[in-house]
Antibody, heavy 120, light 108 residues
Framework: EVHLVESGGGLVQPGGSLRLSCAASGFTFSAYSINWVRQAPGKGLEWVSYISSNGDTKHYADSVKGRFTISRDNAQNSLYLQMNSLRAEDTAVYYC?????????????WGQGTLVTVSS | EIVLTQSPGTLSLSPGERATLSCRASQSVDNNNLAWLQQKPGQAPRLLIHGASSRATGIPDRFSGSGSGTDFTFTISRLEPEDFAVYYCHQYGRSPRTFGQGTKVETK
């Protein structure tokens, strides 16, 4: 069974940094692309970032470009999102979402999410 | 970016009724790369339909999708009690990937 477990969320001040992690199990992690998608409280879904299966290709939403960095460690079956210069509008539940193949933009399985709150 | 507009915003129906949801794209969605997701309160979204009309693994056949280009439709043939939720369309054919604002299917 595909399992994605996010961690690392919490309360951070504006301008601060946070690193999110996603631990994967139940599938061959190195064979799949992964995304981060976020959802502000009471709002809709926003795609944040994408990384291909081998880590060579990375994409970012304009709203986070230059502030967030996606990475992965295939040996550890883990995905990361380094978030710097955080703003109030980055407050959201962040989901780790599997792509349906190595270079696929299509998504399938979602983790349960981790809440990031940016506030003073 | 491709803007997805879902209608209606809220659909009030009874169990056993048919639900029809619309998703209109501001530009043609490449290769019908459109998905439908279900989200229940306090839960992560779940993939129901990909490629505009293909059901994801384990999804019951009362859920179906159709359409192409800029106009897509999602149908629940007979609503079950567990189907009352928010539904999102999502295009992954062009970057940035985008989502519709959601349609809430609520109990009448």
């Amino acid at each position: 069974e595909v399992h994605l477990v996010e961690s690392g969320g919490g309360l951070v001040q504006p301008g601060g940094s946070l690193r999110l992690s996603c631990a994967a199990s139940g599938f061959t992690f190195s064979a799949y692309s992964i995304n981060w998608v976020r959802q502000a409280p009471g709002k809709g879904l926003e795609w944040v970032s994408y990384i291909s299966s081998n880590g060579d290709t990375k994409h970012y939403a304009d709203s986070v470009k230059g502030r967030f960095t996606i990475s992965r460690d295939n040996a550890q079956n883990s995905l990361y999102l380094q978030m710097n210069s955080l703003r109030a509008e980055d407050t959201a539940v962040y989901y780790c979402v599997r792509g349906s193949c190595g270079d696929c933009w299509a998504i399938d399985y979602w983790g349960q999410g981790t809440l990031v709150t940016v506030s003073s | 970016e491709i803007v997805l507009t879902q209608s209606p915003g809220t659909l009030s129906l009874s169990p056993g009724e048919r639900a029809t949801l619309s998703c209109r794209a501001s530009q043609s969605v490449d290769n019908n790369n459109l998905a439908w997701l279900q989200q229940k309160p306090g839960q992560a979204p779940r993939l129901l339909i990909h490629g505009a009309s293909s059901r994801a693994t384990g999804i019951p056949d009362r859920f179906s999708g159709s359409g192409s280009g800029t106009d897509f439709t999602f149908t629940i043939s007979r609503l079950e009690p567990e189907d009352f939720a928010v539904y999102y369309c999502h295009q992954y054919g062009r970057s940035p990937r985008t989502f519709g604002q959601g349609t809430k299917v609520e109990t009448k």
